[in-house]
């Protein structure tokens, strides 16, 4: 079969000729239609990740048909389009990842190639209403968003939610499953487009992080200060998060690309009763209950662009400028 290979850090992704896996006991063979970029398959490229082994095939997310059972496997799953759930081995414990968890695409060989062998209970149908460029989007950063959304945030209709560092694919979904349960939905970006076009899916309105004060103005334009705050950057910003949660709001955050938060105003968290909470990518439930939302209100996510599996390098270095808004895509086969 055909595969993006990593040789080593900081190697432009080859396309070259790789053996197509063989589906052991429980797994499936999944032909792939159609694979997603993450922040992370560029992080693993540079060699910010743990756990680098060289060569590798990266891709987490990915859609196609499943071609081959492995022994054991439920016959009624040949032929049945799917997508993948990218988060492997949770664990026992629904309230954090177990020492086992994992992710496809390292150490597991990922989604940028023809075919990808997993256990059958990690696929799940596709969306009817999605394109297999469409769904391939969804798995990390749907089980991502999801789980910081509902699963720890809790959120609820009606509330004010502002999403920062709107336009990756994780704050887009985040973004579009918030409103999809009834929330409104205000976000942050440095991009003047980013906020317009955030806005032209939904959100009420948006502020520029980089302007002095943002959270104010932005607590005064939402008609108060937010609920939730869901947000990937922590660093020195995050006391501006602080300032624009609502008492008894929750600030949740999957990420931080901004660093260590460096100091923290301790009496602002207790004084409004407010709940700082983590998270990552979710256990199998988040997954599934991600999906039923995905079918039941026709949610589109936003594809920035759609590659050739040949010019994924090309996808990559798209990804490590930062200046997409929704999911970059390789297109494997028609």
Not at 38 to 46: A, C, F, G, L, S
Request: net charge negative.
């Amino acid at each position: 079969m055909k595969a993006l290979v990593l040789d080593g850090i900081n190697q432009p992704l080859q396309l070259r000729d790789v053996p197509t896996p063989t589906p052991a006991p429980g797994e499936v063979l999944v032909q792939l239609r159609a694979a997603a970029l993450n922040h992370r398959d560029v992080w693993i490229q540079k060699g910010q990740y743990a756990g680098l082994k060289f060569p590798c095939i990266l891709g987490s997310d990915g859609a196609g048909i499943v071609a081959e059972l492995g022994e054991g496997v439920d016959e009624a799953l040949r032929g049945q389009a799917v997508i993948i759930n990218a988060g492997h081995d949770w664990g026992d414990n629904p309230r954090a990842q177990g020492k086992s968890f994992k992710i496809l695409g390292l150490p597991e060989q990922g989604t940028f190639a023809e075919y990808v062998s997993v256990a059958a209970h990690y696929v799940h149908p596709k969306p009817e209403h999605l394109s297999f460029e469409q769904a391939a989007t969804l798995p990390l950063g749907g089980a991502t968003a999801y789980r910081a959304a509902f699963t720890r945030a809790g959120i609820v209709a009606g509330e004010r939610v502002l999403i920062t560092g709107v336009g990756g694919g994780v704050a887009l979904l985040a973004l579009q499953l918030a409103l999809a349960r009834g929330a409104e939905v205000w976000v942050t970006s440095s991009s003047a487009e980013k906020i317009a076009s955030a806005q032209a899916l939904g959100a009420k309105g948006g502020a520029n992080y980089k302007d002095e004060n943002w959270a104010a103005t932005l607590s005064k334009q939402a008609g108060g200060p937010f609920d939730v705050i869901i947000d990937s950057a922590a660093g020195p910003g995050f006391g501006a998060l602080l300032d624009a949660a609502a008492p008894g709001g929750r600030i949740v955050f999957y990420g931080a690309t901004q660093g260590d938060i460096p100091q923290v105003a301790a009496r602002k968290i207790f004084w409004k009763q407010l709940s700082v909470l983590g998270s990552t990518m979710g256990t199998e439930q988040d997954f599934a209950d991600f999906v039923r939302l995905v079918q039941e209100s026709k949610l589109v996510p936003v594809v920035d662009e759609v590659f050739a599996l040949a010019d994924g390098e090309a996808a990559m270095r798209r990804m490590d400028n930062g200046q997409q808004f929704g999911k970059l895509v390789l297109r494997i086969t028609e």
